[in-house]
């Protein structure tokens, strides 16, 4: 059963994520037809800093049920990987003498989804117990990572527990074009179909 998560306030979907994140079905990936366990949870672009504190709340609420939350913030995880090959200094010192397309062709190559970011997060992965993976960040990254890339890129790493992907914008379906992510409600050709909307998840 569909749920149509914009016409819902604030509470009523942070209730609904809430209600299925606590749940032993989402835990346990059930009713997904041997899918690779992931799910957008999309949102309103004007409502970004509110989401952001009540991302806060619902991993403290998750922890004091028991359940750990591996949260990847992924314009976090960007800055880490450019200081670790000495290219943030040297940009944030020169950013002014860059044109746009060339800082575009130097962070893409250093944040590939494949060779870069996806390694980075199955450290962070091995590194600790999680029972749900948050991929947060997302509108902070774009141009650079693109949500489809990423996903793509992450099916055979994150396929064991339930990864949550917070994204500002749509997760679209029609039988014309398939699903594909709407970036800031303006983007549409973001395509991946292997996903989850985390509102038509019932528990």
């Not at 992924?74 to 990987?81: A, F, G, Q, R, T």
Request: with cysteine.
């Amino acid at each position: 059963m569909s749920r149509d998560w914009e016409v819902m306030t604030i509470k009523e979907r942070y209730d609904h994520i809430t209600h299925v994140l606590q749940s032993q079905r989402f835990l346990n990936k059930e009713g997904l037809g041997n899918e690779v366990p992931f799910f957008i949870c999309p949102y309103k672009v004007e409502e970004t800093d509110e989401v952001e504190g009540l991302l806060g709340n619902l991993k403290k609420l998750l922890k004091n049920t028991g359940i750990n939350v591996l949260d990847i913030n992924l314009y976090d995880l960007s800055i880490e990987l450019l200081k670790e090959r000495d290219i943030w200094d040297q940009v944030i010192a020169s950013e002014s003498e860059y044109e746009k397309d060339e800082l575009l062709e130097i962070f893409s190559g250093v944040l590939d989804a494949e060779d870069y970011i996806v390694p980075a997060i199955a450290q962070r992965m091995e590194e600790g117990s999680y029972d749900i993976l948050f991929i947060t960040g997302v509108g902070a990254v774009f141009p650079y990572i693109r949500s489809s890339h990423l996903l793509e890129n992450l099916q055979s790493t994150a396929k064991e527990k339930p990864t949550v992907l917070f994204f500002p914008g749509q997760y679209q379906f029609n039988l014309e074009k398939g699903a594909h992510l709407v970036l800031f409600n303006r983007m549409p050709n973001d395509r991946y179909y292997r996903a989850f909307n985390l509102f038509d998840y019932i528990v």
